[in-house]
């Protein structure tokens, strides 16, 4: 039998025809939670966030500074072997410009998702944020931006002890929001 | 066996290096991370689905799809036998009582906490059905009487309560003293 | 090697819907059925069953493989569930391939089905599991910052503008017009395209591939037997796959070099040395209009940065000089995450062998490379066919 079938079975419907009784159908809610241990790297990283700073990992074989931290090298596939710490300031990588949420509803003003490359970490390594008090169309790869950290009280320990990253002038400094203690080079 | 060829390690060449960070306090290593997953699922009944519950809600029937070939009649109606893969197109209409093929007595519900009386399902052989159907057993007195064999009768919903759904068949009871 | 040919010697498809009435099991069946029927082989002639589905959270059905497998003839067989993201559609292939590849199935029958009309709110919302659970779902992200974010950086990388990326949505959704299952076929200009509603700036609502539910199967068969069932089998030729990390944030987006080497790793097993030149047809996944020009560039069809300007010179054009997505593509047949890849499989097969109606590609074709993607914008899965 050759070529392609000349029909193609499925019954499309349409959401108005979920209604009215003639669709037989059933829903489920599961009750999903979890209770994720966040792990050596993972904890450090929090507890630091809640200090006001960015914590990294060093691996010397591979002689990468890694934010976010992990406790193995996932290149060399060794154990790596420092905390380091970071700056909180970066070189936007990429950005975008949201306008929907993440349950599908249109937003008015758009969020702007980044991934912000850290100062002291090996370039080109980033995570992911969210720009603030900038005009959206005032953002640029390659734009020079600073944590702005919520205050000490208000940190849980997350990502989000970091309110957002706002636009910083070339050579400028970070810890806009609060004093944080300075680089220590012990052991 | 082929023997693997060692690689040699590659060290890149060194750059600055940072300056390290102290090290951890002596709290623990880990915290836990709450978290959930938010979703709704969301089920058609299926062209299956539809013969069947179409049947029981109009007609208060139990309709199940026969495959001569594998000599099936299968309970709910299914389209395809996944024996021959078939398209199943004969309707077959079973009664609404059989025989218990296994019964389990349940004293916990699905989140673990203990029932003042015990939830009784069974799975259903239906008169004139290959397949077997789980449902609840309603009524049961003396718990010697629920054996593998003991014939059960559907008890359905009037008319007027059926919605198109399996709970259409409140249940089963055991046919008269056996 | 050592290793036997197979060939591709069936395919059907369902249509690709926004909402099927019918159960995931019952779309897993029509697809194969219709593989099957296209081969006049019956279930008990295939050896083995390779599955391909997403996540149990989008059909709301845990234990997925299980549940599907009656629906594709894994009654009694052996039968092996793959997933990798948007890459399964054509994982799925190479797993089922070296099943048959190996010696140990003669034949192999493979499916990859998805119904995302189950996942409430909207299908959406599932895929907020990708983002890491304590580093950014904080966050509220959504699936489409990452695109958006890989976009923007493809564009700024090389200075592509956002109507050069608008002329694959046109492109792709004007082919699925000729495609019997598409869901999206329309035609468009490139300024309709932009005109549509911004998602996430660079993404507008018609550069997207929609939620869908479908089916997509085929079937394998080891070379003697293969020439017994036809005097045209399509040789898989070369596999490939390969993941990057999930450590996306770490790398730079504007290439996608886990695609690069998928692509060599099914080249080289192919015999394939300058892909430009010895593909005559391509299927790239393309799940948003950039993505299309992206892969291209990692399947070494177009050298980095240049793939805009090929499409605008007509390329990639049905009856241009390397057809991609003659199908219609994601963009306009649909996106069932695992089902989408095997579209695009199925497309090959009728392609090369002629039998690909009004979207048939001039020239005969006589190889042509199929790819899908996904996870983290991770994973490359190419597989090559011929009709040598």
């Keep these: 039998m050759a070529g392609q079938p000349k029909s193609v079975r499925g019954t499309p419907l349409e959401a108005k025809d979920l209604h009215g009784g003639k669709t037989f159908t059933t829903s489920y809610v599961p009750r999903i939670y979890y209770a994720w241990d966040t792990g050596e790297a993972i904890g450090r990283y929090l507890e630091e966030l809640k200090q006001g700073r960015l914590i990294a990992r060093f691996c010397h074989r591979c002689q990468r500074t890694m934010i976010p931290p992990r406790m193995f090298c996932e290149r060399c596939f060794r154990a790596n072997d420092d905390w380091v710490y970071v700056q909180d300031t970066g070189r936007v990588n990429t950005f975008s410009l949201c306008y929907v949420s993440w349950d599908v509803q249109r937003l008015e003003e758009p969020e702007i998702p980044a991934v912000i490359e850290i100062d002291g970490a090996t370039p080109g390594t980033g995570i992911m944020h969210k720009l603030g008090n900038v005009n959206p169309k005032d953002v640029r790869v390659g734009m020079r931006v600073r944590a702005v950290w919520k205050p000490a009280a208000e940190r849980t320990g997350s990502i989000t002890d970091i309110a957002y990253f706002e636009p910083m002038e070339e050579g400028g400094k970070g810890g806009a929001a609060k004093a944080r203690p300075a680089k220590r080079s012990r052991g | ?178 | ?388």
């Excluded at chain 3, 003839?73 to 793959?82: E, F």
């Excluded at chain 3, 090389?158 to 050069?164: D, V």
Aim: overall charge positive.
């Design chain 2, 1 to 178: 066996m082929k023997k693997v060829k060692k690689t040699r390690a590659v060290v890149a060449a060194p750059v600055a290096p940072p300056q390290r960070a102290a090290a951890p306090a002596p709290t623990r290593a880990s915290g836990v991370w709450p978290g959930s997953i938010p979703l709704e699922s969301f089920y058609t009944a299926g062209l299956g689905g539809q013969i069947f519950f179409q049947a029981l809600k109009e007609r208060g029937e139990l309709v199940g799809t026969r495959c001569k070939g594998c000599k099936q009649v299968y309970v709910p109606a299914r389209v395809f036998c996944e024996r021959c893969f078939v398209e199943l197109n004969e309707q077959v209409k079973v009664k609404a009582e059989g025989t218990l093929a296994s019964f389990t007595f349940s004293f916990y519900d699905r989140d673990g906490a203990r029932l003042g009386e015990p939830l009784v399902l069974g799975l259903v052989k239906l008169e004139g059905a290959t397949t077997v159907l789980l449902h609840r057993l309603l009524k049961v007195g003396d718990p010697a009487r629920v054996r593998i064999g003991a014939r059960v009768k559907a008890v359905i919903k009037p008319k007027a309560e059926r919605v198109g759904s399996i709970l259409d068949i409140e249940g089963f009871v055991l046919a008269q003293a056996g």
């Design chain 3, 1 to 388: 090697m050592g290793m036997r040919r197979v060939a591709v010697v069936g395919a059907g498809m369902t249509k690709f819907m926004r909402r099927a009435l019918e159960t995931p099991k019952e779309l897993a069946w029509q697809a194969s059925k219709a593989a099957l029927d296209s081969c006049e082989l019956y279930l008990e002639d295939m050896d083995g069953v390779v599955l391909g589905t997403a996540p149990d959270a989008f059909d709301g059905l845990h234990m997925k493989g299980e549940y599907l497998s009656d629906g594709c003839g894994g009654w009694k067989k052996p039968y092996l569930r793959c997933y990798v993201g948007g890459g399964t559609g054509v994982y799925a292939i190479a797993q089922a391939w070296f099943h048959v590849a190996s010696g140990l199935f003669d034949t192999a029958l493979v499916v990859c089905e998805e119904k995302m009309s189950s996942c409430l709110p909207h299908p959406q919302a599932a895929f907020l599991t990708i983002f890491d659970n304590i580093t950014e779902q904080p966050l509220k992200p959504n699936l489409l910052w990452i695109f958006a974010l890989e976009q923007n950086r493809y564009m700024s990388r090389h200075g592509i503008t956002n109507e050069e990326i608008a002329r694959v949505a046109v492109k792709n959704k004007r082919n699925a017009l000729d495609h019997p299952s598409a869901q999206l076929g329309a035609k468009l200009t490139v300024k309709e395209v932009l005109a549509s509603e911004i998602m996430a700036w660079p993404v507008h609502r018609l550069m997207v591939s929609p939620t869908s539910d479908g089916a997509a199967a085929v079937v394998l068969a080891a070379e003697d037997v293969a020439r017994g069932l036809t005097d045209k089998p399509i040789w898989i030729q070369g596999v490939g796959w390969c993941l990057d990390t999930a450590y996306w944030t770490n790398r730079d987006l504007y290439y996608p070099e886990y695609v690069e080497k998928a692509a060599w790793m099914a080249y080289r097993m192919a015999g394939v040395r300058e892909p430009r030149k010895e593909i005559n047809i391509a299927e790239p996944y393309d799940p948003f209009a950039y993505k299309e020009l992206h892969h291209l560039e990692g399947l070494q069809l177009a050298p980095k940065g240049k793939a805009p300007q090929l499409l605008a010179d007509g390329v990639f054009d049905r009856d241009g000089d390397l057809p991609a997505c003659p199908s219609g593509g994601l963009l306009g047949v649909g996106n069932p995450i695992a089902a989408a890849g095997t579209m695009k499989i199925c497309e090959l097969f009728w392609q090369l062998r002629g039998e690909a109606g009004k979207r048939q590609v001039p020239g005969k074709p006589k190889r042509g490379v199929a790819q899908a993607w996904g996870d983290l914008m991770q994973v490359g899965t190419v597989v090559v066919m011929g009709t040598e």
